[in-house]
Structures are given as C-alpha cells and as structure tokens.
C-alpha cells in the first residue's frame, strides 16, 4: 500500500499560513524534522508549534534525530547545499537517524495523514527532501510538497 507523505517548509509564512494549509491538505500529524525546534519566527518554536498545531485539530511529533546537524545547517545557511546534502546523508547511517526513520516509517504505515516539517519554502535546499527519500526506502510513500499560501 502507498502512502502519501507531505512536507512543508515554513520559510516566509506565519504560522496560521502553514496551519491552513496542512488542514486543507488533511494533514493529521505534523512530523517535525529540524535537529533545534526552536524558532525566531513567531509560533514555531516546539511549545507554540504543538499548540498552534493542536488548535487546528493536527497533532505534532518531533523526531529530533531526522534534523540537519549543527555544521550541516550551517553549509545551508550559506547556500553550499551540496556540502549540507553530504553531512546530512551520512549523519542518517547513525543509530539515531535510523530509529528516528524506523519510528516515522512505522508512523506512516499506521495509516495517518503525515507531514513532515522544516524552515526552508524551497524542498529541494532542503533535508526534509532527503528524509522523504530515506524513508521511500522503507516503505512505499508517494511524496507531496505543500507550500502555504503567503500574504506577502
């Protein structure tokens, strides 16, 4: 059976933007993936997220272990995706990655509507691609990439 599997980057958005959006697409379990759920942006760090997220009738889950690692995020704040790329991929052979991966494919398997949550707007800058693609290897997911309607 295939599953579908959204992500989200929150890049440029508020947080009511992403929250309408992942209602409109069904979504009912928002899979944080950033390494630090903290946030500048207003309603994005952990706490705020999970209750923003909650009003909205979507639950949250932040799997810590599936975030970029520090030098990682770092290449990607300065436009060297390809060097994030490398960090991030060998940081998911660790045994963190892989139970948070098994954790998330097990998530999926059990039927719920899931998206998976960073800060980039642009999938393909971004290690929630990668995450996507790690667990499509696992098991069968069709990936959807939703990007909230902006007032910008």
């Known amino acids: 059976m295939t599953h579908t599997v959204a992500t989200i980057g929150y890049e440029g958005a508020t947080i009511r ?3 309408e959006t992942l209602q409109d697409a069904k979504v009912q379990l ?3 993936v950033r390494a630090v759920a903290m946030s500048r942006r207003p309603g994005f760090a952990k706490t705020r997220l999970s209750a923003n997220l909650a009003e909205g009738g979507i639950d949250y889950v ?10 990682g995020r770092a290449e990607a704040r300065a436009g060297r995706h390809e060097e994030m790329r490398r960090i991030f991929l060998e940081h998911m052979q660790g045994e963190v990655a892989q139970t948070d ?14 998206c998976l949550l960073c800060f980039e707007a642009d999938p393909l800058h971004c290690h929630r691609l990668l ?12 990936v959807t ?4 309607d902006t007032d910008d």
Do not use: F, N, W, Y
């Open 17 to 19: 933007e992403v929250v």
């Open 30 to 32: 928002l899979v944080d």
């Open 62 to 71: 932040h799997l810590r272990g599936l975030g970029t690692p520090a030098e």
């Open 101 to 114: 991966l098994a954790t998330l494919a097990s998530i999926v398997e059990g039927g719920k509507r899931v």
């Open 131 to 142: 995450v996507a693609d790690a667990l499509s290897r696992v098991t069968e997911i069709e």
């Open 145 to 148: 990439h939703l990007r909230p």
